[in-house]
């Protein structure tokens, strides 16, 4: 494959108007920027807007506003009138379907891209190239066989070499692997995740599985309401929520609401209706008064049957423990706060005991109450 390609979006707005005359914003003034190379996730609920955003990347659909840029080139521009159709875009996408003709064999199937007067080849070097993308995911013994003799699986690596024979050097993924049972899915995303890697092509994927992202991706782009919540790492995503919103798509959370009563030396306390809670971690711009949510995950959190001596500390009623594998899994209660807690050693504690549940202040982020978006949701 050729040198990947950048994608620059700036003020992007896609708008839908449904039947009651309500206009609804998918796409809301996103700017984002993929780096060459680069694996990028855009996560989110179903109606967020991740898959119109995708579809308007890939020319499928026309934004209202903005711009996209792909390999350095302008694509889409409102204010100029640009929009170029998506199959001059040079890229390739996959589809939660896969979308094979079901009448061609696989050989044919992957070879389609390659039969367009664009890439001008001989039957041999069909052939050749077809050949060697389906070596690439691993079923060169497949070529004769046809869609409905395959598994999900393995439709599923026919659409992916069938964007690698084009070598394009961006691939769009819309929700690639959801209709694959969970074994197999965990093993193709290892598999994606090390050919990208292998290849270099730009891959933007569409998900909203909070696992599938973290596995994939180089960066993730949360997305709220046609707008980019957060956008950065992994660790960042999972360790540094920008906003509540973020804090709860991504993994199992704690909460509990009060008001900020000291900030001092980086520590901020909050008063809630089950005692203080003291934080070394609070969100920028968090002022004496504010109204706040304290958070922290659950392999975090500690239960003790003796009192510890930490800030953070509750006395709390194990409602259930269960041992899933790698670690164990409670429940507890105390008063009306529901907490979780995950702890990696074979605990003694039984559902029913009475324990103490704490949580260090490094571990406990501070971030304001509400969300602010005030738009939406759209499908997509």
Request: overall charge negative; some cysteine; glycine content about 8%.
């Amino acid at each position: 494959m050729g040198a990947a390609l950048a994608v620059d979006i700036a003020g992007l707005e896609k708008e839908y108007r449904r039947q009651d005359g309500t206009r609804v914003r998918a796409i809301d003034h996103v700017d984002l920027r993929v780096e060459r190379g680069e694996f990028v996730v855009l996560l989110g609920p179903s109606g967020c807007g991740k898959t119109t955003l995708l579809r308007t990347i890939a020319g499928l659909e026309q934004a209202d506003n903005g711009r996209i840029d792909i390999g350095g080139k302008t694509r889409f521009w409102s204010e100029r009138g640009v929009a170029q159709p998506p199959e001059k875009r040079g890229i390739s996408m996959i589809f939660q379907s896969y979308a094979l003709w079901p009448h061609m064999s696989v050989f044919k199937n992957v070879a389609y891209p390659l039969q367009s007067r664009r890439h001008k080849l001989t039957r041999q070097q069909i052939r050749d190239r077809v050949g060697a993308a389906l070596t690439q995911v691993g079923i060169p013994e497949l070529t004769g066989q046809y869609p409905s003799q395959l598994s999900g699986g393995q439709q599923q690596r026919v659409a992916l070499a069938r964007a690698l024979v084009s070598q394009d050097e961006l691939i769009l993924f819309d929700e690639p692997l959801s209709n694959v049972d969970a074994k197999v899915r965990e093993h193709l995303r290892v598999e994606l995740a090390a050919m990208q890697r292998a290849l270099g092509f730009t891959a933007i994927f569409v998900t909203h599985d909070q696992t599938e992202a973290m596995e994939l991706a180089s960066r993730i782009a949360v997305v709220d309401r046609g707008r980019i919540a957060q956008f950065g790492t992994p660790h960042e995503i999972y360790h540094q929520p920008a906003s509540r919103y973020v804090a709860r798509f991504i993994g199992a959370i704690n909460e509990i609401e009060g008001r900020v009563v000291s900030i001092e030396a980086g520590t901020v306390v909050v008063e809630t209706d089950h005692g203080r809670v003291v934080s070394t971690q609070p969100s920028s711009g968090i002022l004496v008064g504010d109204e706040v949510v304290a958070l922290w995950r659950p392999e975090r959190g500690h239960a003790d049957t003796v009192e510890p001596d930490r800030a953070n500390r509750w006395r709390a009623v194990v409602e259930t423990a269960m041992f899933v594998g790698s670690h164990t899994e409670f429940a507890l209660r105390s008063g009306d706060l529901a907490a979780r807690l995950w702890s990696p050693r074979m605990e003694s504690i039984a559902a029913g005991e009475q324990v103490w549940v704490s949580v260090d202040p490094h571990d406990v982020q501070v971030l304001p109450r509400e969300d602010s978006t005030g738009v939406q949701t759209a499908e997509g």
